[in-house]
Structures are given as structure tokens and as C-alpha cells.
């Protein structure tokens, strides 16, 4: 057994992701998604503070209500998850896997000293648990 300290999620979370501002309009903001082709995106206000996720299935809401009125309609704001659960940046691995294990979440924005920094996903994790003990 090895004393190097496990690492921290803030060492293996994506930084270069998809972000969206509240006010875009959704039918843009699905297209962004689609395009980048990611499930979901962390939701930024002016100043860079998180304010929520959209995630595909929020999007699909948005598709279902623009099927009822034929056309698409609304913004970020409407439709995304706000006050979205999150991870600091300092968790451990293994604590962060035992909360992904708990939740229904794929992935998680991740704070430090409560500023958005990144986004930490299943497959972040259990790849980098992989390399932890290979």
C-alpha cells in the first residue's frame, strides 16, 4: 500500500465544456447542445455563478410544449434545473463515487470556494479510479 494521497476531483474534472446563459433562447440553446454533442450544460449567469443545468431531458420537455403551440418558445431560464446539486472540487475520489453511486445524477457541476470551475461525470470518475489502483 501506497501513501500518496488519492486524488481530488478538481484534478480530473473537465474544465472546457458547454456553457449556457440564462436568457438564451431554448430552441438555440438545444440546437448548442446538439451540435456539441453533450447531454446537458451548466447554466451561468453574467458574473460565472452557476445558477442551473440543462440537461437533455429538460430539453425534451421544451420539445414536447413546442408540439402542443407549433413553435418553440421560452428561454434557458424556463426550462433548466436550478439549484442543481454539486461537488467541491476538493472531494476525493472515493467519496465521489459513493455520492454518484447514491444519485440518480450523471454528472455534477463542481465548485471551489463556491465558484463554478468545472463539471465531474461517472465516467471522469471511474476512469480515473482505474488509474488509481492499476
Same mark, same amino acid.
Given at each position: 500500500?501506497?501513501?500518496?494521497?488519492?486524488?481530488?476531483?478538481?484534478?480530473?474534472?473537465?474544465?472546457?465544456?458547454?456553457?449556457?446563459?440564462?436568457? +438564451?433562447?431554448?430552441?438555440?440553446?438545444?440546437?448548442?447542445?446538439?451540435?456539441?454533442?453533450?447531454?446537458?450544460?451548466?447554466?451561468?449567469?453574467?458574473?460565472?455563478?452557476?445558477?442551473?443545468?440543462?440537461?437533455?431531458?429538460?430539453?425534451?420537455?421544451?420539445?414536447?410544449?413546442?408540439?402542443?403551440?407549433?413553435?418553440?418558445?421560452? +428561454?434557458?431560464?424556463?426550462?433548466?434545473?436550478?439549484?442543481?446539486?454539486?461537488?467541491?472540487?476538493?472531494?476525493?475520489?472515493?467519496?465521489?463515487?459513493?455520492?454518484?453511486? +447514491?444519485?440518480?445524477?450523471?454528472?455534477?457541476?463542481?465548485?471551489?470556494?463556491?465558484?463554478?470551475?468545472?463539471?465531474?461525470?461517472?465516467?471522469?470518475?471511474?476512469?480515473?479510479?482505474?488509474?488509481?489502483?492499476?
Amino acid at each position: 500500500m501506497t501513501d500518496t494521497p488519492i486524488a481530488r476531483i478538481g484534478d480530473i474534472m473537465k474544465t472546457d465544456l458547454v456553457t449556457l446563459a440564462p436568457a +438564451t433562447e431554448i430552441v438555440r440553446a438545444v440546437a448548442i447542445l446538439l451540435d456539441a454533442g453533450v447531454s446537458g450544460a451548466c447554466v451561468l449567469n453574467g458574473e460565472g455563478e452557476l445558477v442551473g443545468v440543462l440537461s437533455k431531458r429538460d430539453c425534451l420537455k421544451a420539445a414536447l410544449s413546442a408540439s402542443y403551440y407549433r413553435q418553440w418558445g421560452g +428561454t434557458v431560464a424556463d426550462y433548466m434545473s436550478a439549484d442543481p446539486q454539486t461537488l467541491d472540487a476538493d472531494l476525493d475520489l472515493v467519496s465521489a463515487c459513493e455520492v454518484m453511486i +447514491t444519485s440518480a445524477y450523471r454528472r455534477f457541476p463542481v465548485l471551489r470556494h463556491g465558484r463554478f470551475v468545472g463539471q465531474i461525470s461517472r465516467t471522469d470518475l471511474l476512469q480515473a479510479l482505474s488509474r488509481e489502483w492499476r
